[in-house]
């Protein structure tokens, strides 16, 4: 099977709103927030342009416009409900397709989250990602299921929809720095929590703090880096 931009929409259009209750997906995107903050620290200066790429119904960006309000935020999915859900929180989205970014650029801050395993050509993505963004200007993408995560793939089996998924195949940290060479620098990978805490986040924070969260089968990876200088 050859997946295509309409088997990722109609899967997020239908399917995949049977996936979480509201409660637990906001555990998750509340999750995904603390982590991608975490991770910017002080490397991100706000007050300039934001994209998230793959915005789902919103929740994510709505947090962080909250955490920046002084950046001005835009972004889009591929799922026309999931635009409409963002929209009614009062942001600034549209309908596109992160395999066929069709953007001028100007940005401070590119993000997105789960949305990587889904593309496919992650190589022509970034290069992608490098021409939209101001020098100086940075990219974090994450959490993305990696492949040792061997309960995803049988999850996805399952399920009968690993065509969909099947692209965290290609998310390692060997990879992604291949990929990230050619237009980025300061490139720095990290892992923090998996789906398996999502809905007891203090779960999560305890084996944060006992270290556990190195181990590999615990753990989904996040990708930082920053525009190379020209």
Known sequence: MNVT?????????????????????????????????????????????????????????KKMWERYPESSFEGFDISEKNVEMAR????????????????????????????????????????QVASMLNDGGVMLFGPEPVSYQFIYIIWHKLRRIWEIEKGMMNITEKKMRLLLAGSFENVRISRHGNAFVYSVRPVGRTWNALRLSKLPSLNDIYIYAEKRAR
């Not at 049977?18 to 002080?42: K, N, Q």
Request: hydrophobic share 35%; net charge negative; with cysteine.
């Open 5 to 61: 931009s309409k088997d990722q929409k109609d899967f997020y259009d239908e399917e995949f709103k049977t996936l979480a209750s509201p409660a637990m997906e906001e555990s998750i995107r509340g999750f995904y927030f603390e982590e991608i903050v975490s991770i910017l620290g002080d490397r991100f200066r706000p007050g300039g342009r934001v994209l998230e790429v793959g915005c789902g119904n919103g929740m994510l960006m």
């Open 88 to 127: 009614k929180l009062g942001l600034d989205v549209s309908v596109g397709d992160a395999d066929n970014m069709s953007l001028e650029g100007g940005y401070d801050l590119v993000y997105g989250s789960a949305v990587l395993h889904h593309l496919q050509d992650i190589g022509s993505f970034f290069e």
